[in-house]
């Protein structure tokens, strides 16, 4: 094994990648201990965080006790402990609460894209895809204030544009929905990314 040097990431770093279960342990706990008692944005994400990786180690009870931490924090990402806590509670299965969740994230009226992003996924991943479509689209309105004149520039510059739309469209096709000018941007940027891919 590797020996780790001092100024390597450490657990609860934001650039530590915890590969064994004994180190996403570590991450955990020493995420669910950072900020601790500022009841700040940051500490709320680290609790979130932390309840993913406890989720992941089969700890169920006590990422949902991080969880449950987060929501408590006044100054926290408007929605975002909501969206993290939702998307558990659709992998444990429950449906009712998680959509209870995603209500609270609503009334919030989030801005940050990844709380959209988050709820999107979720949703599609657990075969909810009109309600999908509805996440990632509000995300986008959200980012830009307007869908009408949104331009394959916009995707190709903004990366939370470009994945609020590839998560739009991908649930559209799941409805069989016809194409709209957003499908049809994300389809463009993958026939130039292809291309692009093609000529190198």
Known sequence: MARRHRNDPRPGDDD?????????????DALSRSHAGHGCA???????????????????????????????IEDAEPGAPQAAYASFLLDRQRHAEAFAMIA???????DDPDVFLAIGEALE?????????????????????????LTIDDLREDFDTEVLSRGRYRARQALNLPQDHIDALVQELDQHNATMAEAH
């Open 104 to 110: 609270e994230a609503r009334k919030l009226q989030p």
């Open 42 to 72: 940051e500490q709320a994400a680290g609790l979130c965080q932390s309840g993913e990786y406890y989720a992941m180690l089969g700890e169920h009870d006590l990422a949902e006790q991080m969880f449950r931490e987060a929501l408590d």
């Open 125 to 149: 991943e657990h075969a909810y895809p009109k309600q999908a479509a509805r996440w990632f689209t509000a995300g986008l309105v959200a980012r830009l204030g307007h869908l009408t004149d």
């Open 16 to 28: 530590f990648v915890p590969l064994t279960d004994a180190e996403r342990r570590a991450h955990a």
